[in-house]
């Protein structure tokens, strides 16, 4: 039997008498692991149980509109669960989204703002002011704010070394990612590796091509080109026809022109 392991996670078992072996490997496929310890951080939060019934019933009215579309409805709805009950966390946190997809940057971020001071336990407001951090290339905002979502999670102190399908509602994947973005971004090469490394293994869609553009850039800062290269193709055969695709794939060629004394030092190495 092989299983993997994690602190704080149960792995499922793969049962090796069953498989094929195919010459001197084996795959054995996917091992999914699902925590089995309560993270301190949270997506929901206690003060949609202490709201007035008032603010609830404006709440979900909030959340339909939403899912209908209607956001100018949906922010009116939120608006008055917030103004009945101003500790209603998960309110403002609907409120900030409702304000972003409608444009209204600053506006959203004091929603988010509001729900983080109620609350520094309930991350997905963190996430998002972080998303806006990394829009706006604030990378000391970036770091600051998922470092505040990552020390809650349990996969930042366990030694990942296999793929992860994370169905916590919390996007860790995402959070890793503009972590290593800042972190690279601030000369932090080692930190910005070990996070882009967990947004790799946490992103199975995946959804964000350009970390493997960010990977390749630092093992490429490391001298490991080899690795810089392999990152480089993935990126390529995730999104073939993306704008930057040409610039990409002349980068890649130099990579592959850097990589080449090394791989002529090897051979002559062992000769």
Do not use: C
């Amino acid at each position: 039997e092989l299983r993997a392991t994690v602190s704080g996670f149960r792995s499922n078992v793969v049962n090796l008498m069953e498989l094929t072996p195919v010459s001197s490997s084996m795959d054995v496929g996917a091992i999914v692991v699902h925590r089995t310890e309560k993270i301190k951080g949270m997506t929901l939060n206690a003060s949609a149980y202490n709201a007035p019934k008032d603010a609830r019933r404006a709440y979900e009215k909030g959340i339909e509109a939403e899912k209908h579309g209607k956001l100018a409805d949906a922010r009116q709805s939120f608006e008055k669960a917030v103004e009945i009950y101003p500790k209603y966390t998960n309110a403002w946190f609907q409120l900030g989204a409702v304000l972003q997809n409608l444009a209204q940057k600053e506006s959203a971020r004091t929603a988010y703002i509001h729900a983080t001071k109620i609350d520094s336990k309930f991350l997905p407001p963190y996430l998002s002011l972080a998303s806006m951090a990394y829009e706006a290339e604030d990378w000391t905002q970036v770091l600051n704010l998922t470092n505040h979502v990552l020390d809650l999670d349990p996969l930042k102190y366990a030694n990942v070394t296999g793929y992860i399908l994370d169905l916590d509602p919390v996007d860790y994947a995402e959070a890793y990612f503009y972590n290593s973005a800042a972190n690279y971004s601030l000369n932090k090469i080692e930190d910005a590796e070990k996070s882009g490394l967990k947004a790799a293994r946490l992103d199975l869609r995946p959804r964000f091509p350009q970390l493997h553009l960010l990977l390749a850039e630092i093992f490429a800062r490391k001298n490991n080109y080899a690795s810089a290269i392999a990152e480089t193709k993935i990126y390529l055969e995730l999104v073939p026809h993306a704008k930057n695709a040409d610039r990409v794939r002349e980068q890649l060629a130099k990579l592959e022109k850097l990589n080449d004394p090394v791989s002529s030092g090897e051979k002559t190495d062992r000769n």
